[in-house]
């Protein structure tokens, strides 16, 4: 029986680990032949390889690509180049994004971590749209990976440039939604709370005290926030545009 997305392209930047490799899989798993860009790092492109690999085992086209999120030159260039190799580009999820804690003050964020912060996790966003929305058909689909925190509801020491870059997130979308809504192109934001990943596992002495406050009494898993990209991705999600869904267990509740 095809899947929900058979027939469509996707591309998943920072899709070689955690949430995002676990987009990419189910994006696969629902039909979509599916691009993963990953960082130049060695670790990034094997790990990125791993991905392809398990996408080529559910019948699907993939390819990993290293760019820069951070770059919008870069970024530019990788969208034109799926869309090359693909012959189409239907999904974007931009699920690149970099976390660099720094409490205010003299011992703080470097300027230059600030900047990087804030290059790849909102300006790369805004660059990808961009230039995916150059190639989107109707019913194309961008949604954006952001974090709970951004709501203002909930803060932690140390993350205010994180968590800016990821608000800055939100608000973009909503006005590209209204901007591309016109064209049946849809533009969402996903913002997961703890998930056990490798960059924040939940198996330490944080991860068991922050369990503990989540009402559902764990931390997600990536195939979780999966599930909800791979529904916003698909024909059954027409009518939410600009929409900002927390997936928290009811941390923001």
Same mark, same amino acid.
Request: hydrophobic share 45%; net charge negative; charged share 20%.
């Given at each position: 029986?095809?899947?929900? +997305?058979?027939? $469509?392209?996707?591309?998943?930047?920072?899709?070689? $680990? /955690?949430?995002?490799?676990?987009?990419?899989?189910?994006?696969?798993?629902?039909?979509?032949?599916?691009?993963?860009?990953?960082?130049?790092?060695?670790?990034?492109?094997? #790990?990125?390889?791993?991905?392809?690999?398990?996408?080529?085992?559910? /019948?699907?086209?993939?390819?990993?690509?290293?760019?820069? &999120? /951070?770059?919008?030159?870069?970024?530019?260039?990788?969208?034109?180049?799926?869309?090359?190799?693909?012959?189409? +580009?239907?999904?974007?999820?931009?699920?690149?994004? =970099?976390?660099?804690?720094?409490?205010?003050?003299?011992?703080?964020? *470097?300027?230059?971590?600030?900047?990087? &912060?804030? *290059?790849?996790?909102?300006?790369?966003?805004?660059?990808?749209?961009?230039?995916?929305? #150059?190639? +989107?058909?109707?019913?194309?689909?961008?949604?954006?990976?952001?974090?709970?925190?951004a709501t203002g509801r909930i803060g932690f020491n140390g993350l205010g440039e994180y968590v800016a870059s990821k608000a800055a997130v939100a608000a973009y979308s909503?006005?590209?939604?209204?901007?591309?809504?016109?064209?049946?192109?849809?533009?969402?934001?996903?913002?997961?709370?703890? %998930?056990?990943?490798?960059?924040?596992?939940? !198996?330490?002495?944080?991860?068991?005290?922050?369990?503990?406050? %989540?009402?559902?009494?764990?931390?997600? $898993?990536?195939?979780?926030?999966?599930?909800? =990209?791979?529904?916003?991705?698909?024909? !059954?999600?027409a009518y939410i545009n600009g929409s900002v869904i927390n997936i928290d267990g009811g941390m923001d509740a």
């Open positions: 029986m095809p899947g929900t +997305l058979e027939g $469509r392209t996707a591309l998943v930047t920072g899709g070689s $680990r /955690g949430v995002g490799a676990a987009i990419a899989l189910k994006l696969a798993a629902e039909g979509a032949d599916v691009a993963v860009s990953h960082t130049h790092s060695p670790g990034s492109a094997t #790990a990125a390889t791993e991905v392809v690999t398990a996408v080529h085992r559910l /019948g699907r086209r993939a390819r990993a690509y290293a760019s820069d &999120q /951070g770059d919008t030159t870069a970024v530019e260039a990788l969208i034109g180049t799926v869309v090359k190799d693909f012959g189409r +580009l239907d999904i974007l999820v931009n699920s690149a994004g =970099v976390f660099i804690a720094g409490e205010v003050g003299p011992d703080g964020l *470097d300027p230059a971590a600030s900047a990087r &912060q804030i *290059d790849v996790n909102y300006t790369g966003v805004i660059a990808a749209t961009r230039a995916a929305a #150059a190639h +989107l058909p109707e019913g194309g689909r961008i949604v954006n990976i952001g974090t709970n925190a909503r006005g590209a939604a209204r901007d591309l809504a016109g064209r049946g192109i849809t533009v969402n934001v996903v913002q997961p709370g703890a %998930i056990n990943t490798r960059m924040n596992p939940e !198996d330490t002495e944080w991860g068991a005290a922050l369990g503990a406050t %989540i009402p559902a009494g764990r931390y997600g $898993r990536p195939e979780e926030v999966a599930a909800l =990209v791979a529904f916003l991705a698909g024909p !059954d999600a």
